[in-house]
């Protein structure tokens, strides 16, 4: 059983910045970690992820260039940056683990055995 904790969400404006934490109790260093987000109305997506040793992928075509997901395991901490906000980015979002053998295993799907946190709303607006 893991528990994880989103933070860092709020209010920007349209080109801004912000970085997202997620951070467990709980060693984080045996778990894949991804980063999703929901808007009313809409499945939940997922938006990067990154594995037990560092590999990293980010998902979307709408958030490449601009976002990165980052893990400091010594303060039990995965990390969403995402700059150039665009008000499409508003959503609540919510970190999962999961369990992997393979050192560079990651996951995409909001389906599954995941362990959640109960996210943190990002509201893009000027």
């Known amino acids: 059983q893991l528990q994880l904790v989103e933070s860092g969400g709020g209010l920007v404006q349209p080109g801004g910045s912000l970085k997202l934490s997620c951070t467990a109790e709980?060693?984080?260093?045996?778990?894949?970690i991804g980063w999703f987000r929901q808007v009313p109305g809409m499945e939940r997506e997922g938006v990067a992820c990154i594995s037990k040793n560092g590999a990293s992928g980010v998902y979307p075509y709408s958030v490449k260039g601009r976002t990165s997901i980052s893990r400091e395991n010594a303060k039990n901490t995965v990390y969403l940056q995402m700059n150039s906000l665009k008000p499409e980015d508003t959503a609540v979002y919510y970190c999962?683990?999961?369990?992997?053998?393979?050192?560079?295993?990651?996951?995409?799907?909001?389906?599954?055995?995941?362990?959640w946190g109960k996210g943190t709303q990002v509201t893009v607006s000027s």
């Open positions: 999962a683990a999961a369990k992997f053998e393979a050192p560079n295993s990651c996951f995409w799907s909001p389906r599954g055995p995941h362990y």
């Open positions: 709980d060693t984080l260093e045996d778990y894949a």
